[in-house]
């Protein structure tokens, strides 16, 4: 139907996980450390829709692309939710949510 | 033609500029609205490569629900919503690190062939009938992930633990 650049998808994914392991690398919030593995995982899902949309139901190929990505976004809600149970719990015990000075692993 | 690869070109311009945004500014609070602005630009790429269910399912999922849930964690976690985050540096390491990621990536995707199909849609219902007939055992994997993280988050807020 539309014929947009394969490369250019892709090129946007790399550009995407760039910036999301910047930001693991660099934030020391925890909120901020979260939104960064989304960005990151975001730019994976992003790949699955795409490949998706190029291959999904042509004869000889299944419909992986879009099963996974649906998969995926279950389970990065799920991790958001964790996270952010890991991050009242610091909260309450160390009063503050920044990682460099969360140094003990028992909450 | 042209006016899908200006969509393209607007959509990824929107969304490497508000994921960088919601990691780079100081209020915490401004962050979450880059990163719903982020969600919803990606979900705008689902559209345009014709998934529009993929496309709901992150407007709901991400644009909605995540977004709400970080907003909820920055409310309880601070005792004035609109507090500066304290600066940090950015090191040499990590921008070399990252650029260095994009570079290798952008190169591999430089490199492979062009695509031997083209950009179409696919019925939800086809899409649903492959998920829960043929890849029914990642929707029960996801369950049972799901489950004890659910269970796992409920033990570490509860009150009174000690």
Redesign the interface.
Known sequence: ????P??????????????????I?????F??L???I??AI?SA??NF??F???????PGY???G??????L??????????G??????L?RLRGS?NVAEATVLK? | ?IL??LA?LVL?VT??VT??A??LVRE?VH?IVW?AL??VS?AG??F????P??GV??LG??AG??TI??L???M??RKRIFAH??A?G??P???A???L??VV??T???T?P??T???????VS??ST??FN??GA??LL?GL??LP??A???Y??REGRE
């Open positions: 139907m539309t014929d947009l394969l490369a250019g998808f892709l090129a946007l994914s790399a550009v995407l996980l760039g910036i999301g392991i910047f930001g690398l660099t934030r020391r919030n909120i901020l979260l939104i960064a989304e960005v975001n899902i992003l829709v795409v998706g949309a190029y291959w999904g139901g042509v299944g419909l992986e879009p099963s996974v990505a649906v998969v976004i279950g389970l990065a809600a799920t991790e958001v939710a964790v952010l149970a890991i991050v009242l719990a909260n949510i909450l | 033609m899908e690869l393209f990824a969304a490497a994921a960088l919601a990691l915490l962050t990163v982020f969600f990606l790429f689902y345009l490569v014709s998934a269910f993929l399912l992150q999922v991400y629900a995540v849930l970080l909820f964690g920055v309880v976690t985050e304290a940090t950015l090191g390491a990590p921008v690190l990252s650029l990621i994009v990536l952008a591999a995707a430089s492979i062009a695509a199909s083209q950009i179409h849609s696919y019925s086809a899409l492959a998920l043929q890849y990642w929707l996801l992930v799901m993280a659910l796992g988050a409920i570490l807020v």
